[in-house]
């Protein structure tokens, strides 16, 4: 896992700030206590979920569909709000911080179209920094920076909708980090890539110094990429432990219908 140090190096213009510093975060970066909701329908999707997730952990979430893993991370920057509490760097979200938690937590969604919208890369990745009332430097040294942690330096000016899927998926991991976030929450962020494209994924995130919560049905990234994983079945936590216990009991897995690696 690398260090804000250790990138710091490697990248003397990374801030190492991350809207709150995690070398300055003692207590959890996540915390969600007895947290519920159900959609309007009244499908339950969460049913009193304890969550606590430290500074720089990589954090698998897996379930059956349905599970409520896409639910959870939308709770994490005030998407969706049910009961219980939900504390982002240590302040528990309410009506006069959704704007600080959002810069916290940078939300990739599965599907990049849902959050690729602008005309070029550069606006689509420029998006939150504009929004963040940097000057144009700052955006321009944002955007830039982005892009290269992503491998997709020279993509400026290319029309998102022209891309790849794997490329759109960088292109969206790039809007985020451009608004350096403490926090990456990832639904579903290797489903339909290619292996070499699904490798390169992989790499990129492992270099990423942010705290990750990553809900996923790709069990050998979980197994290669993140070392704690939460099991959530019916909006319930029902395991959460070190990645290779909870991979190498398969009568938990076959329990919540997953498969090991």
Do not use: C
């Amino acid at each position: 896992m690398v260090s804000i140090s250790a990138e710091s190096a490697r990248h003397p213009e990374y801030s190492t700030d991350l809207h709150g510093s995690l070398e300055e975060q003692h207590g959890p970066v996540i915390a969600l206590t007895g947290v519920s909701f159900s959609y309007p329908d009244g499908r339950r999707a969460l049913d009193n979920v304890n969550l606590v997730v430290r500074a720089r952990e990589k954090v698998a979430l897996v379930g059956p569909n349905g599970a409520g893993k896409s639910t959870l991370l939308l709770h994490l920057n005030g998407i969706l709000r049910g009961r219980g509490a939900v504390a982002i760097m240590g302040n528990e979200l309410g009506d006069g911080n959704l704007g600080l938690v959002r810069s916290q937590v940078g939300m990739v969604f599965q599907h990049p179209d849902d959050q690729l919208f602008s005309p070029t890369v550069f606006e689509d990745v420029a998006f939150g920094p504009l929004h963040m009332n940097l000057d144009d430097d700052e955006v321009h040294r944002r955007v830039s920076w982005a892009l290269a942690q992503v491998g997709m330096e020279g993509f400026e000016n290319r029309m998102p909708h022209h891309l790849s899927l794997g490329e759109k998926k960088r292109i969206a991991i790039a809007t985020v980090l451009a608004m350096q976030p403490a926090i990456l929450a990832l639904d579903e962020p290797s489903g339909e890539l290619d292996p070499r494209a699904r490798r390169g994924l992989i790499r990129l995130l492992g270099s990423l110094p942010q705290t990750m919560l990553v809900a996923t049905h790709d069990m050998r990234l979980v197994d290669e990429l993140l070392p704690r994983t939460v099991v959530l079945d019916g909006g319930r936590v029902v395991a959460d432990g070190p990645t290779q216990s909870i991979l190498s009991d398969t009568v938990l897995l076959d329990r919540h219908g997953l498969e090991p690696p």
